[in-house]
C-alpha cells in the first residue's frame, strides 16, 4: 500500500504530496513554495524520487518545480498538455496576479515534461494511479485516483470546492465536472487529498458539500 505525506505552506496553506511506495521511491505531487521542507522530509526518509506530477500549474502548486526538477533530473515531470502553457504565461498561472499583493515571484517555466491524458492509466514504480481532467478551476486541473484516494487538487476540498472566479476559471465546466464526479462516485468511498485544506472523503463529501448535491 502506497503512503501519502502531506507538506503544507504557510503561504497559502498549499498541499504538497509525497506518495510512496515500500521500495521508498516516491512521486511529489504540486512543490508548492516550501521546496527545504518538502527536500529535508525526502532526505531524512531515504525517498527516491521518480517523479513528479501537477494536478495543475497555478503558481502555488509550481512554486518550486524548477527546483525539484533540477535537484532530481531523473525524475521525469508528468502533466496533461493545457499546462505547457499555463506553465508558460505568469498571466495564467496567476503569479504575475498575485505578485501584486504578495511576495511571489512571476514564473514563466518551460521544462521538459511527459504527457499524460485523461481517462488514462498510468503505472510509475508501481504506483498505479487513473488521470481525470476537472477543468473548472484552472482549465488544466486534474485529478489523480490511486487505490485507495484520490489527490484532487483544487478540484474538490473538504465541504466545497475551488473557486471558479479567477482568470481561467469556467463555472460551466466546473458545474459539469461535479456532475461527472457525484455520477462516478456514488457508490463509492475514497479518502480524498486536497490541494489545500484537510483530507476528506467520497461519501462525506457527496452527502455534506452543497456543491455536490
Keep these: 500500500m502506497n503512503q501519502v505525506r502531506c507538506l503544507n505552506n504557510n503561504m497559502l496553506s498549499t498541499n504538497t504530496y509525497l506518495i510512496t511506495n515500500e521500495k521508498f521511491e516516491t512521486i511529489i505531487i504540486d512543490p508548492s513554495f ?13 525517498l527516491k524520487v521518480v517523479a513528479i506530477l501537477l494536478t495543475h500549474a497555478h503558481f502555488d502548486h509550481i512554486a518550486s518545480l524548477e527546483f525539484f526538477h533540477k535537484q532530481y533530473p531523473k525524475a521525469a515531470v508528468y502533466f496533461t498538455e493545457v499546462n505547457e502553457r499555463i ?10 496576479w498575485a505578485s501584486q499583493s504578495q511576495p ?4 514563466s ?19 498505479a494511479f487513473n488521470v481525470y481532467a476537472t477543468p473548472g478551476h484552472s482549465l488544466g486541473c486534474t485529478i489523480f485516483e490511486f487505490d485507495d484516494f484520490i489527490i ?3 478540484f474538490i476540498f473538504k465541504s466545497t470546492i475551488g473557486r471558479i472566479d479567477l482568470p481561467g476559471s469556467d463555472k460551466k465546466k466546473m458545474d459539469n465536472n461535479l ?3 457525484r455520477n462516478k462516485y456514488q457508490s463509492i468511498d475514497k479518502i480524498l487529498y486536497p490541494g489545500h485544506g484537510s483530507e476528506t472523503n467520497i461519501q462525506v463529501e457527496l452527502q455534506d458539500n452543497s456543491y455536490l448535491q
Excluded at 34 to 46: H, R, S, T, V
Excluded at 89 to 95: E, I
Design 179 to 181: 456532475k461527472w464526479f
Design 109 to 127: 517555466l518551460n521544462i521538459d515534461y511527459q504527457t499524460i491524458k485523461s481517462q488514462n492509466t498510468y503505472n510509475i514504480s508501481d504506483m
Design 87 to 96: 506553465l508558460k504565461d505568469p498571466d495564467q498561472n496567476l503569479s504575475k
Design 34 to 46: 516550501n521546496k527545504y521542507e518538502i527536500d529535508n522530509a525526502i532526505k531524512k526518509n531515504k
Design 152 to 154: 484532487t487538487g483544487d
Design 104 to 107: 511571489i515571484d512571476i514564473i
